[in-house]
């Protein structure tokens, strides 16, 4: 008769086992914006400004992975697939690399490296301005990551990476102030409505637990 540790290990490592694939595809998966730009990079399919194409789709990805990621949470609670926690970081981090090809293509190909010119940009173009101030913020997050500094910094971790919700809104506002000028909010409408309904969720979890603390 297996003990009861012994069951708890042998489910232990079958969710390993699963999850290994499961993380390795979420990986591959993820590629697919980048794989896609090195695709129609070469085939001539960017379009008659392929800067701005490039610059419009990383921060379009960056936006997308920081709402997947502010999403795992509440989809973790709803369904009790604890095992989703395991994608949170590798997501997050997702979200960085795409935030830092976005920032990449910005600095070089549209400024030649001229910080000078960048900084009087952030200074000038508010949308600029909001976007530059979201992914400065990416940066802690993404340095204190790796589950050893997590642990290090214990409470303070926590509180540090709730800025996430923070940035998504510093995104959505750097989008709409975009898109202002061409009156299209479309985009922004649907995004702003997906960070506002995680949000929400956050704070109502927040309020629920703060409650049934003081009752306790
Ligand atoms: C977390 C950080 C950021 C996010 C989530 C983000 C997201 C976005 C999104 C969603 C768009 C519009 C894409 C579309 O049209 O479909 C965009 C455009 C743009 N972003 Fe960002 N962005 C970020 C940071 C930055 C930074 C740091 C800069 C430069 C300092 C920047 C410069 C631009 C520019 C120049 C455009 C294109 C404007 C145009 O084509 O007229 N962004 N960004």
Known sequence: MPTVSEIKGARANAGIRWLVPAKVAVFIAMLFPLARLVVLGMTGGLGANPIEFITRSTGL?????????????????????????RFRRMIGLYAFFFAVLHFTTYIWFDKWFDVAAMLKDIGKRPFITVGFAAFVLLIPLAVTSPKAIARKLGRCWQTLHRAIYLIAALAILHFWWMKAGKHDFELPKIYGSIVIVLLGWRVIAWLRTRATRRRA
């Open 61 to 85: 990805w960056t936006l997308v992975y920081l709402c997947i990621t502010l999403a795992i949470t509440p989809v973790r609670r709803m369904t009790g697939i604890t095992a989703l926690a």
